[in-house]
């Protein structure tokens, strides 16, 4: 991982190497048996160099501690390793440009079960038209792991009345065995 690490970090698949403070590759256990995959880095994460820290990074712990887990048991990382200016949704471009460094880093920790959270992973992992509030939480059995999709973080901060359905969802990893 250190050596893909190193790779990545002089990447210039894409214009987003020129705005980023700092490349967020991704951070965890690379033995884990599941992987939670995001969508980009935000201000908070380009500065410390961590996926998921600030709010969003805090409320998917606790999410994270209601099923016994915590960020040593999972790895997490993004699709795009470099922040979008402004936070801007990353383009397709964008995406199809960097998915390839997160795709080698599932190859080398070979989980089980890959954890969509937000549209834009589930898009890209599960269905391409996947909607979050029809889809969320089911359970796709493919190449040989387990998908599932569920709400970004910050989409549940800026709807607390969707937590109730996260918080089923992540429980539904509690059933299945690792
Ligand atoms: S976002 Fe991805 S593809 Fe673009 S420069 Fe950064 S690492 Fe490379």
Redesign the pocket.
Known sequence: MRELFKQ?NA???????RS?TN?VFGVGNEKADIIFVGEAPGEQEDLLAEPFVGRSGKFLDEMLREIGLTREDIYIANI???RPPQNRDPKPS?QD??IH?LEKQIEIIDPKVIVCLGRIPATRFIDKDFKVTKQHGELIQKNGRIYMGTFHPAAILRNMNNKILMQGDLAKLKEIKL
């Open positions: 990545c990447c210039k698949g894409c214009e987003l190497y980023r490349l795009i390793k470099c964008e440009a960097c460094w």
